[in-house]
């Protein structure tokens, strides 16, 4: 092993937190072994607290109508070919039961944004789900809305939020998304759904166009200091449909490296392995667990709709995704040595 590297795993090991350049020096210089030795501390680690569980949440796609732009996002308001559509209250609430029945006790509502989710059906929607399935946590990922709708409805009962960064840097931001939104606003409803007592989700995609070594310290120096409750990463994948089409998709290898930074930053936090890791590599999902990752989310949206939640090109929907095959799922998961909990 290279010695400064050695050095800085050690030391990232020791103090959780490295100084940015640090962080770009173990990215751009890491090797198997290193690699290797992260990824079993990274697993110890998450041993600490989750021991060999697996937590599962019923994702539910509420929607593909959205006001945004962003470069990278196949249903960005631009792809005139996406076919739109955007479910009822009813059809959540049946999606929920459905997840129940399966044993899912967390439900994320994940949508574009759609101005249709007024804060009045978002708190209706929520209410009823919180009554019905009280042993549930309610999770939305609706993107960026005011501080006074998130209080709203934090306060009819959302538990969580996910909102990813994106990007830590302003100009890697400025390349990812249209003129009109910005990093600062990004940001600032991050803080905000924290002081709210929302336990928050931050997150980026690894290999986005543009991206350098630099911008992912930058997104670790942001972790280490923001200490999200959650975090999701999983590689850039390129929709055919976009501005990004002809970019190449992120790294599955470096999308693990980084989840086991992760874990080491940020001990505790809920990690997923992403749909988009699953989607790159067959056993995305198992690298993912076995890297420090803690977290699935398979599909529980309509059967009818998957196809048209399409964020990136070959996004997977079937099989262990599919939230009706649990079973698939757990016996996978099974065979690493973790197991997937009914817990919320
Ligand atoms: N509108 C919500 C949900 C966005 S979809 C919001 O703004 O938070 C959830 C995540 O999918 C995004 O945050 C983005 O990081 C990821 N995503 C979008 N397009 C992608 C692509 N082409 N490849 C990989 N991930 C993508």
Redesign the pocket.
């Known amino acids: 092993m290279d010695n400064n590297i050695n050095e800085l795993a050690c030391k990232l090991l020791e103090t959780r937190k490295l100084t940015a350049e640090e962080y770009a020096y173990l990215i751009e210089h890491r090797d198997s072994e290193t690699t290797e030795f992260l990824r079993e501390h990274a697993v110890c680690i998450r041993k600490e607290t989750y021991g060999n569980e697996v937590l599962i949440r019923g994702l539910i796609e509420v929607s593909n109508i959205?006001k945004?732009d962003?470069l990278?996002?196949?249903?960005r308001k631009s792809n005139w070919r996406a076919e739109r559509y955007r479910l009822s209250e009813k059809e959540i609430l049946s999606a929920a039961e459905t997840g129940y029945g399966l044993g899912f006790k967390t439900f994320v509502l994940?949508?574009?944004?759609d101005a249709w989710y007024t804060d009045e059906r978002l708190e209706r929607i929520i209410r009823q789900i919180k009554k019905k399935y009280p042993d549930c946590a309610v999770t939305l990922?609706?993107?960026?809305r005011g501080r006074e709708s998130f209080q709203r409805l934090r306060a009819a009962g959302a538990d969580r939020y996910?909102?990813?960064h994106?990007t830590a840097d302003r100009e890697h931001y400025r390349k990812l998304h249209p003129p009109e939104m910005s990093f600062e606003h990004?940001m600032e409803c991050l803080r905000e759904l924290k002081e709210l007592g929302f336990q928050t989700g931050a997150?980026?995609?690894v290999g986005?166009p543009f991206q350098t070594t630099e911008n992912l310290a930058m997104d670790l120096k942001f972790l280490e200091e923001f200490q999200p409750e959650m975090c999701?990463i999983?590689?850039?994948?390129?929709?055919h449909d976009?501005p990004?089409s002809e970019y190449n998709?992120?790294s599955v290898e470096l999308t693990c490296f980084l989840l086991s930074v992760i874990r080491i930053i940020c001990p505790k936090v809920l990690l997923p392995a992403?749909t988009?890791l699953g989607t790159l590599d067959p056993e995305g999902r198992e690298k993912g667990i076995l890297s420090g990752a803690n977290v699935v989310m398979p599909n529980l949206s309509p059967a009818n709709v998957r196809s048209k939640y399409l964020?990136?090109?070959g996004?997977l929907a079937a099989g262990a995704e599919a939230a009706e095959n649990l079973a698939d799922l757990k016996q996978r998961i099974e065979k690493i040595g973790y197991k997937v909990v009914e817990k919320k």
């Open positions: 959205c945004n962003c990278y996002c196949g249903i994940q949508g574009g944004e990922s609706l993107g960026e996910l909102l990813r994106e990004r997150g980026f995609m986005s999701g999983g590689p850039f994948i390129p929709h976009t990004f998709a992120g992403t988009a964020l990136y090109d996004k």
